[in-house]
Structures are given as C-alpha cells and as structure tokens.
C-alpha cells in the first residue's frame, strides 16, 4: 500500500501528456526529435573512468538456508587432480570469460572449443588420432554427448606418457560437463556438477548521466544494472524519469569456483531512489520454487503495465535519457507520449495482450494496437517495422518486442507515439498508475515463509545502505 502511495505522489509530480491536437502535434514531436536526435549525438559528459566515490563491499552475510547453496564440488575423480590443485591464471573478476581451468600441467591437455573446430582436429592437436576418438564416441549411448561440442566448451585431456587417453574432460561451463574415464578399454561416462560458491557484493551507484554510466562507472556488470532495471520497470520509467542525483544499491551474488571468479548470480536485494521517491525490492523464492522480486510488505514488483514501452538498454551504451526530457517536456496538444529514440530500438508491449491491430493507419504510420485485460489498450505508432509474428490476433507478454522504432507516417524525427486507453478513453501512462489492477502480494498464507527468507537479507541491506551513504558523505582523501 505504502509503494502504490508513492507511486501516487510521484505520479502527480509528472506533467507530460497532456489533451490532444493530432494534426498539430506531429508537426512538433517531428520538429523536437530532430532536435533530439542532435542532442543524442552530442558527446556525454560522463566519465567511465572516474571511480571517485566508488563503494564496494564484498561481504560474508549468512543467508537463510533457503537462499545459500551448496558449496564446492563433487564428482570429482579420486584419481583425477583435484581442480583446486592447478595452476589457475588469475584476471580481473569483472571478467566473464573463463580461463582454461588448468593450466602448467603437463598430463593434462586444455583444449577451448572455437568457431569452426571440429572433434578430429582437437584430438589431432592433443596426439590422438580419430580411431582414438571413435573409441571413445562408441563406447556408450552417454559418450554420444561429446556430439554436441559448441564453441566455448573445454575439452581437457590427460594422457600419461605412454600415449593412451586415460580421461577426457567435456566443460560445457565451469560447473558442468561430463568426464570420461578409462576402464578396459571403454569408457565410463559420468557427469559433472559444480556448485559454485556465492559471495554477495554490495554496490552503489549515483546517476550523473545514465543508468548505464552510472553503472560502468561502479564496475556493476551492465547484465545486473539491466536486471535492477526490469525488477523496477513496473515503478519507474527508466527512459523519462531517471534524474541527476537518483541513486541506487544492488546487492548481488558473485559466483566463484575453487577461489576464482566464474560469473554474476542473481541481485538479492535492490533500491532505486528516484526523484526522492525510494523503491526497495528483495527477491524471494516462493513455495513452488519460483523467484521473484517485492518490496518488504511482500507486494510484487511486477506490475500489470511496465511504465516504458522502450527497453532503455537496447538503444546504447551512449544513449542518454536526461537530455531528453526538456524537449519531451514541452509537447503540448497530445494524447500519448513521444520517446525520442534512435530509429530500430525495441518496442515492447507494456502488458500482456493480444494484437488487434499492425498495420499502416495514416498519420501513426505502422501501428500496433495490444488489448488488454481490464479494458486496457496500448498503441505504438511510427514504427519503422514490425517485430517477427506480429500481426492481428498474435498473443503477446509484457516485455515481448512488438516492433520497432520509426518516422513512418507523420513523424520527421524517429520517435515511438505511445498511447494509453481506457474503456476506450485516453489516460495518461504516465499518471495512470492508480487506474491499473493492483499488484499481486504474496499469499497471506505465504507471509512467514517470505519473512523468514527476507527480513535478515533486508536488514542486512539497509545496513550496507546505510553506511555506503556515511562513506559517500565522507571527504575523501584525494
Ligand atoms: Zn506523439
């Protein structure tokens, strides 16, 4: 309740769409992203180098059971080395890439699958021949696996000097594959299953630019930054209302393997304050297993409508929401909102639907119209195409792509013209909010359930805030 509260406030803070003029506004919106469109290219003030007032915390929380895994490795070989006992080249923890395991080993041959390999000639690099390699595919139904090798995969053979392959390791990732181990003349097949480690990493984020840059500038994996941003993507439009001086939190798994780092896990625990309004989220996974995101009082984040029909991270790294604002802003004599966006970014439908229409209608240019539940309907006009399979009657979910940014009909700059209705009545989007069906909460029943799992974590989280603020509010050294 408290969070449809703030929305509310928000809401009433925002100005956009106002009545409409169709002939009138085009000619203006069309004027305006012109406009826009020199302003997106003009270089941006932010700095992806500066780490001034970068906080960082790795840290050791103790997490309910339900949300700690399993930890270290099983399945390992008794005979094999261990992996822990390679050589492991160390790189930067910020890499995704994973480096070959092992390494400086001389019985163990590493071999990372490219584009374009094929099995004879890897087994040719490492000395065998392919009568080696048709041993080993036939000699079980499970040996057949190594058919399926995709570019990235590892391949690592042990070989002892006499020249037999004694184990051939198949990593499709750092936790799973198969080994293949020798065993009178055949071989035996079993899987591999590494559970990784997780370290929860705290980070903090002021926007100065972009969400993007401000992400880049925090060393915060552009893939969790887009996450935070689709966990809020019911409560804030991440094109029209990011302003200088919102900030951000994000505490998020780290995955490591044996010590050394093997990707990003899922944000456990998120705020976004914008415009002085603070949305919090944490993620709980409920009884049928199923995670999701919502705010302390066990309210979903997931709203009936996203509130912005643009996907902001497929436009680009570059792209800069804040300077379009002033221009949006002026648009007077309208019914929608214009989203100045380079020509080709995503258009997604706001709610699950159904197409009713995609199709030319005059001035809106390619239009597509999604009916929804409630007697709700959203439009997007002037796209340049339509997305794959979109077209009257197409069932679509929120978040789906329905087409593509565009100047077709009366539009001189590319922009998306997204439309609002009600019983057939024009809303505003941008106000609507206390219009639309309320969010799902966690089932009463559930309750204790999610505060077990969570009131720990949230605890923990606003602590971490709390002292990543005195820290920011510190004079630094420098
Ligand atoms: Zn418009």
Known sequence: MELIELIKQFARKQYLVVSHYPRDHIYIAGALCGLILVLLVLPLGGDTDGDNGRTEIVLDINLSPELAQPVDTEQKQPDALALSDFVITPHAKSQIEVQPIVENVTLWRNIEVKSGDNLSAIFSKVGLSDQDLFRVLNSSDEAKVLNQVYPGYQLDFLIPPEGELEQLRLLKSPLEGFLFTLNNNNYDVESILNFPQL?????????????????????????????????????????????????????????????????????????????????????????????????????????????????????????????????????????????????????????????????????????????????????YAHLSKYANGVKKGKRVRQGDIIGYVGTTGSATGPHLHYEFLMGGVHQNPRTIIDKLPKAESIDPAEMDSFRTQTTDLLKRFSELNRTALITLNQPSAD
Do not use: W
């Open 199 to 379: 370290r929860p990493t705290f980070k903090v984020g002021t926007i100065a630019d972009s969400l993007f840059m401000a992400g880049q500038r925090e060393q915060i994996p552009a893939i969790t930054i887009m996450e935070m941003a689709n966990i809020f993507g019911g409560v804030i439009d991440f094109i029209l209302d990011p302003r200088a001086g919102d900030d951000f939190s994000i505490l998020y798994d780290e995955k490591y393997l044996d010590g050394e780092f093997i990707g990003h896990g899922d944000i456990l625990a998120t705020q976004y304050t914008n415009q002085g309004k603070t949305f919090t989220a944490v993620r709980y996974i409920n009884e049928e297993g199923e995670a999701g995101y919502y705010n302390a009082e066990g309210e979903s984040m997931r709203k009936a409508f996203l509130r912005s029909p643009l996907d902001v991270f497929r436009i680009s790294s570059n792209f800069n929401p804040s300077r379009r604002h002033p221009i949006l802003n002026t648009i007077r004599a309208h019914k929608g909102t214009d989203y100045a966006a380079p020509r080709g970014t995503p258009i997604r439908a706001t709610s699950d639907g159904q197409v009713t229409r995609a199709s030319r209608n005059g001035s809106f240019g390619n239009l597509v119209i999604v009916k929804h539940a409630g007697g709700f309907e959203t439009k």
